[in-house]
């Protein structure tokens, strides 16, 4: 029963992704050709909010659901780790049209090519988890 409430939400996320156009090939095609700012307007407002959300769950030492302190640890960038995804994730961003994020909510508008999609991220996650360790991280 627990899980029904991140059903509830996945579900308005995908709602959210699909009213706000998000899933849109179109959108994210005038996106990288320079011709709207409806997608940089959508990721930079997605940026922001997670900024806020980061700030707030520091200053209110928010928990999990589980009760255990969030606790978010400073990153070093590393160059290349950086580019090497990059330029992976870019692909798959380009060879489909979607990020991953919206991958469910485009198999629940009825685009079932993205099952193709949904299966490919699913085995490289398998991979990268396979070869992580000779990755440069």
């Known amino acids: 029963m627990k899980l029904v409430k991140f059903l509830i939400l996945g579900i308005a996320f995908g709602i959210i992704l699909t009213k706000s156009e998000a899933l849109s090939w179109y959108r994210i095609h005038e996106m990288f050709h320079f011709q709207s700012f409806h997608m940089y ?3 930079g407002s997605a940026i922001a ?16 659901v589980t009760g255990e302190v969030i606790e978010i640890k400073p990153k070093e960038f590393k160059w290349k780790a950086s580019i090497i995804g ?16 919206p991958i469910y909510a485009l198999i629940g508008t009825g685009s079932f090519a993205f099952v193709v999609v949904l299966f490919a991220a699913v085995i490289g996650t398998y991979v990268y988890g396979a070869i992580k360790k000779k990755l440069p991280h």
């Open 86 to 101: 990059g330029i992976i994730f870019g692909l798959g961003w380009g060879l489909t049209g979607a990020c991953p994020g």
């Open 41 to 43: 307007g959508l990721l």
């Open 49 to 64: 909010t997670g900024m806020i959300s980061v700030f707030l769950i520091k200053k209110f030492k928010v928990k999990t």
